[in-house]
């Protein structure tokens, strides 16, 4: 039996990186999308080649809290187990705090850090009662070290690394581990939207002189939630060039 891993965004930028390099490992991923993305999920599955063993497409909406309650409850009753949860789903809504509005606020908090709440909470008992299971949350750099036009972004991100931490604390002596992905700059959609001035003045500053490749990232989650990241819990994985050291 393969290994079941629930990825949320996971044909996104850096979700769709993730679902591959975790499909060419061994797991069969349950990859999450919401209506608008339907075709280019379905799309993407395609041009990969993935068949229905290696890849399930799940309707569900990250920010609803009842419908993730619903749709992972009968998600673990027909796959029998998640054994890896990869939280990737997210947005930006930059802008100046003193421009931003409560809808730039509550939506990335919605989705980037709320949604945490929604997805892991059905799935950690099962991992718990199973004692085994592997949790990544996809933080960022800026929820480390703060962006100006950020707020709302750096607060979701730096409260998803507390979430890690405490949540860790609870699984450690069941043998499930929780672990952040702290990527810098990647080359995604995501990024691709910024202002072109800003993003070349921020790919100055990386000492490794380039962005991240979405392939960068899924390396070190794949090493998380390998056999070989066994013993690691809590910990925020950088993956930024060197843009910032803590
Ligand atoms: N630090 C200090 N001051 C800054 C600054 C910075 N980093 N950036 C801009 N400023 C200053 C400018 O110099 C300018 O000053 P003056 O008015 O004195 O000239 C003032 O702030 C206004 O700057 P902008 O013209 O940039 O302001 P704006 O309101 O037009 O745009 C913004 C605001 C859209 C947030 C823009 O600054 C921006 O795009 N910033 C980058 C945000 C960012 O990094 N987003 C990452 C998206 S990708 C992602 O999030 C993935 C990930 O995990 C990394």
Redesign the pocket.
Known sequence: MKKVALITGATGGIGSAISSQLINDGFKVIATYIKPMYDHSVEWVKEKGFSDDQIRLLELDVTKVDECQATLTKLLEEEGSVDVLVNTAGI?R???FK?MTADDWQAVINTNLNSVFNVTHPIFPSMLEKKSGRIVNIT???GIKG????TN?SAA?AGMIGFTKALALEGAKYGVTVNAVA????ATP??AK??ED?LDA?KAEIPMKRLATPEDIANAVAYLVSDAGAYITGETLSVNGGLYMH
């Open positions: 930006t930059d802008a100046q421009k960022s750099v800026n962006q100006f036009g950020q972004y991100k990527p810098g700059y990647t995501m990024v910024m202002r800003v921020i």
